[in-house]
């Protein structure tokens, strides 16, 4: 998604001067193009991440719109009190790009893991949260909320190869988009652990367990009125997320059901407990804590 992002930011930066990006001494070999066509509305404000963000919100505040891009677990944690005193209060239109959340990051270990922004971020009034998917739908994602008032959460995905079949870059905030239908099961999966959910429902399909797939790319907004029509008619439900189990999306889809008292059993499919003592790739983390393909496959199976 990264690819996408710049592209898209290149592109609306040409149609509004409005438009500038900091980062927090990191992005090489990817923000380059935003940079040498924009030097003058581009800035490194260094390991700085809450710097980053109170340059950002003065120059929302001046009547421009910043995009403060770093490493997901820096770009939310590190200046989180920032973000809440700064655009979140303000309403200001700050953008905060989150990139590679989840384990992406892989062999640095867990101080690069990202396992609970979208928890903390949408707690925040005021404050839009937004995961796509793939790349296709962070490009729409971008493009849809640039023209907000208030402040923006994107978390991205460093893969821009990144393709979820069925979802065709489609991104209405607030909603929620269905992949496949079935009716063994409701699987919600949210950002780029889509893939993975596709997959493992792909191999329930071949085990003679259709379920629907939706794909939640919008987190505040909720998209609660999707989410409790579609789970009206089932009984049985799965989020599956590259993020604690608690307060992310199972948290969310928890709060949706109780809320609409629907007859749904929930199980949130996540990472559990904290990989402080481990590191590996992204695969091999993802695995490690039961939430790539092969497991989420038996996990839901194991209770149809």
């Known amino acids: 998604m990264r690819k996408a992002f710049v592209e898209t930011l290149v592109a609306l930066a040409r149609a509004d001067e409005r438009v500038c990006l900091l980062t927090g001494d990191l992005g090489f070999g990817a923000l380059e193009p935003f940079a ?3 030097p003058d509305r581009f800035f490194n404000v260094g390991v700085a991440e809450q710097d980053m963000i109170g340059i950002a919100t003065g120059l929302a505040a001046s009547g421009f719109i910043p995009y403060a891009y770093s490493i997901a677990t820096f770009a939310s944690l590190r200046p989180y009190e920032f973000i809440r005193n700064g655009p979140i209060v303000h309403r200001l239109p700050v953008r905060i790009v989150g990139m590679g959340a989840g384990m992406e990051y892989g062999s640095n270990g867990i101080s690069h893991y990202c396992l609970e922004d979208l928890g903390v971020m949408r707690i925040q009034p005021n404050l839009t949260v937004v995961a796509p998917a793939d790349s296709q739908q962070a490009r729409a994602a971008v493009l849809a909320t640039h023209e907000l008032e208030g402040p923006v959460y994107l978390s991205l995905s460093k893969n821009d190869q990144l ?4 979802l065709e870059g489609r991104f209405q905030l607030g909603r929620c988009d269905t992949l496949s239908d079935g009716h063994a099961a409701a699987v919600f999966s949210v950002g780029a652990i889509t893939r993975n959910a596709y997959d ?3 191999r329930l399909s071949d085990m003679g367990h259709d ?3 939706v794909a939640v790319s919008t987190l505040a907004p909720a998209p609660a009125p ?3 029509e579609l789970l009206d008619g089932f009984s049985l439900a799965f989020t599956v997320e590259a993020h604690y189990i608690t307060g992310g999306l199972g948290s969310m889809v ?3 059901i109780a809320e ?5 059993r929930l199980t949130r499919c996540g990472v559990t407990v904290a990989p ?3 590191s590996g790739s992204q695969a091999a983390m993802e695995a490690e804590c039961k939430i790539d393909a092969a497991h989420l496959a038996h996990t839901i199976a194991l209770q149809l």
């Open 276 to 278: 402080a003592m481990l």
């Open 36 to 38: 040498s066509e924009f």
């Open 226 to 228: 999707d989410i409790a």
């Open 211 to 213: 379920c629907t797939l």
């Open 200 to 202: 493992a429902t792909r």
């Open 260 to 264: 609409a008292g629907l007859p749904c």
């Open 163 to 166: 393709l979820v079949p069925g």
């Open 254 to 256: 928890s709060e949706i």
